[in-house]
């Protein structure tokens, strides 16, 4: 399972985009990238998934680079709902899946 | 409704005394998954199943005992509970494959005294 880094934190305003890039420098070739979201005392859930190039869906957008190496969750306009913390993802899903301590987005007002 | 179910919401014992919570899903999920949560540490995986009968060490096994004896279910089982246990549990599922994304029950909130 490739390692993933991501920041520990970040601020933000509402109204902003939040930008959190997660690298992944070990990543294979078949390992897609999956973000989720967790909010405090509650399971994380599934927030967007990626192979390569962009994704987009109604609450967020995924720009994975050419090489892969890294990946960027953009949070267009973000609200102070989408305090939370969020967690980067890579593997084939060969079964070992640890989240990492994630970077926690504190939006304020 | 597509979930995945943990039974206590909350758990206070006592050092030793066995304890299972239990983790049931209905989305005919051949993969189910425990984690652990603390502070700083994110989420961690305890143990994981791969399909009836078949299951497997995560990262932190050490003091927690699983089976999965049907497909739908999938207890987690601390024999003998110390206060280092003290956490926030989560059981997930999915179908297998590549692309597949995790469903997350809502956490059992356990305290070891």
């Known amino acids: 399972l490739a390692k993933t880094t991501q920041p520990i934190s970040m601020d933000s305003y509402e109204g902003q985009e939040v930008n959190i890039t997660c690298s992944h420098n070990?990543?294979?070739?078949?390992?897609?990238i999956t973000w989720y979201q967790q909010f405090p005392s509650q399971g994380p859930r599934f927030i967007i998934q990626?192979?390569?190039t962009k994704v987009t869906n109604e609450v967020a957008s995924l720009f994975i680079p050419a090489d892969r190496k890294s990946s960027t969750l953009s949070l267009p306009r973000v609200s102070l709902s989408d305090t939370a913390v969020y967690y980067c993802?890579?593997?084939?899903?060969?079964?070992?899946?640890?989240f990492g301590a994630g970077t926690t987005v504190t939006v304020r007002a | 409704e597509a979930q995945v179910t943990q039974n206590p919401r909350y758990l206070i014992t006592v050092t030793g005394k066995k304890l299972t919570v239990t983790c049931s899903q209905n989305?005919?999920?051949?993969?189910m998954s425990w984690y652990r949560q603390d502070p700083g540490l994110g989420l961690r995986q305890i143990y994981y199943?791969?399909?009836?009968?078949?299951?497997d060490k995560g990262d932190v096994p050490e003091g927690y005992k699983v089976s999965r004896k049907e497909k739908r279910n999938f207890p987690l089982i601390l024999e003998s509970p110390s206060p280092n246990q003290t956490s926030l549990y989560f059981c997930?599922?999915?179908?297998?494959?590549?692309?597949?994304?995790?469903?997350f029950g809502s956490g059992t909130q356990l305290s070891v005294l």
């Open positions: 997930a599922s999915r179908r297998t494959g590549d692309d597949e994304k995790l469903f």
């Open positions: 070990n990543i294979a070739t078949n390992d897609y």
């Open positions: 990626g192979y390569k």
């Open positions: 993802l890579v593997g084939d899903y060969d079964y070992k899946l640890s």
């Open positions: 989305m005919n999920h051949e993969y």
């Open positions: 199943s791969m399909n009836v009968e078949v299951t």
